[in-house]
């Protein structure tokens, strides 16, 4: 039965460039995702914390629903069945954003909430006492520490963006898992190029996670 | 290709009523593949955890490894690997739904391991040094006292990972379950129906997720119970 297997990493090391195409367009689209999930969770955390019932239950069913949809689905109904119903035709790029960043902004709203909760009241108080505005004390002094406390899950979410990422090849977006796809199907060998993307994914992964504990060192207090 | 204008469009919700009965189907799959995962990884995943606490090094670093690269592991990857990769390197053929069984295990219960390393050292280390005082063996004090203790911390963490299992267990319809996912995509072929039938499924996983939470809050209570 077991046919003894011959290792051809030829294809593989050939196409090195069309890999590195495919990962530059998983971290970009991951990117874009990920910023545009941030400010979608914002705007849902301070939905949430407003105090108006009529935002804040909009924005807590929209956490719950949204985070209780697997991806994939996210991905299938955006770029199928969303682009159908109001006639626009998405490319499978945007459609990958899109469902990326539903997705993330249901997490990166979870995170804005602690992380707003987290910050001293007696801060706000203080900059009241200054005569700070409301806005000015959101602005000058919350926000920029809520997102330092925020730094470390949203870097998290950053990876796991990522890693999610490498699902968007199903609609046909040309990411490394679709070059991988297209190795396998043009030799006939599926391990070499499936472990090359593992092995792509398992770098970037490192390597943003490196990054990531360099920001939270360069942003912590002295 | 669609043509991209203002015509109307037309829901078609009867195509819901018709399918019902595959999507019944498909959820059966879907509990089936999720829950040897969720017993499989339960399990790995505590032997992992007991392997990065050994006192021996070399079992250390191997549960190190196994930790570190399956989290930075995406499932589809590791499943396009074990279904297609493995199989014509090792000869091992599995059935797609085996073949998500061993992904879902093994990304999953690096996860765990984790979960429960974190609860195992929150445990009150008086807790295991007032056994051992008593007179229980080592593996006694740790089964008895220390790890029913440890599990109690760890629920709420092993829920998040059981509802992650239940959502990325979507992903292995791509090889070709016909779980919940794999249902849809057969009938959004057959109806094109791809609003309505993809709506449904996002239901089904929403409905299965809300009840996994609520069950959860109903255990972690019961389990807290003996502290009111």
Not at chain 1, 102 to 129: C, K, M, N, P, Q
Request: proline share 4%.
């Amino acid at each position: 039965m077991t046919v003894a297997y011959t290792y051809t990493w030829g294809p593989v090391l050939d196409n090195w460039d069309a890999f590195a195409r495919g990962a530059w367009i998983d971290v970009w689209v991951t990117g874009i995702s990920f910023l545009l999930a941030c400010v979608l969770g914002v705007a849902i955390a301070l939905f949430r914390r407003s105090g108006l019932r009529g935002l804040a239950w909009p924005a807590f069913a929209y956490v719950q629903l949204v985070r209780g949809v697997p991806l994939l689905v996210f991905l299938y109904w955006v770029y199928f069945g969303i682009a159908i119903v109001i006639g626009v035709v998405f490319t499978s790029v945007q459609a990958a954003i899109i469902a990326l960043t539903l997705t993330g902004s249901a997490y990166t709203a979870e995170i804005f909430r602690a992380a707003l909760g987290a910050v001293d009241r007696g801060h706000v108080e203080a900059a009241a006492a200054l005569g700070f505005s409301r806005r000015d004390t959101f602005r000058i002094v919350v926000f920029p520490q809520a997102v330092r406390i925020a730094v470390p899950p949203l870097g998290n979410i950053f990876i796991g963006l990522l890693k999610g990422s490498t699902l968007i090849s199903v609609i046909g977006v040309p990411d490394m898992v679709f070059q991988a796809q297209q190795i396998n199907l043009s030799y006939f060998t599926p391990f070499e190029p499936f472990t090359a993307v593992a092995l792509i994914l398992v770098v970037l992964v490192a390597a943003f996670a490196a990054l990531l504990t360099g920001v939270e060192r360069a942003l912590r207090l002295p | 290709m669609i043509a991209s204008g203002v015509v109307a469009y037309t829901f078609r919700w009867s195509v819901v009523s018709e399918s019902i009965g595959e999507f019944g189907r498909g959820l059966l799959v879907t509990l089936e593949l999720s829950a040897l995962s969720l017993v499989l990884s339960l399990a790995l995943g505590l032997v992992v955890a007991l392997a990065r606490l050994s006192p021996l090094a070399p079992l250390r670093l191997v549960a190190y490894g196994y930790v570190q690269i399956f989290r930075a592991l995406s499932l589809y990857i590791y499943v396009l690997w074990i279904y297609f990769g493995l199989a014509s390197a090792v000869g091992v053929n599995l059935s797609p739904l085996a073949a998500g069984v061993v992904a879902l295990t093994a990304l999953n219960s690096a996860y765990m391991a984790e979960i429960y390393r974190s609860a195992l050292a929150a445990v009150d280390p008086g807790q295991r040094e007032a056994a051992l005082s008593l007179g229980f063996g080592r593996v006694r004090a740790f089964t008895t006292v220390t790890l029913p203790q440890a599990v109690r911390i760890a629920v709420p963490g092993l829920v998040n990972q059981f509802i992650d299992i239940v959502k990325d267990s979507s992903i292995i319809a791509i090889i070709g379950t016909l779980d919940l996912m794999g249902v849809a995509n057969q009938l959004v072929s057959y109806y094109r129906a791809p609003f309505e039938l993809y709506t449904l499924v996002a239901a089904f996983y929403l409905a299965l997720v809300l009840s996994i939470s609520a069950a959860a809050t109903m255990l972690e209570r019961r389990l807290q119970r003996h502290l009111a």
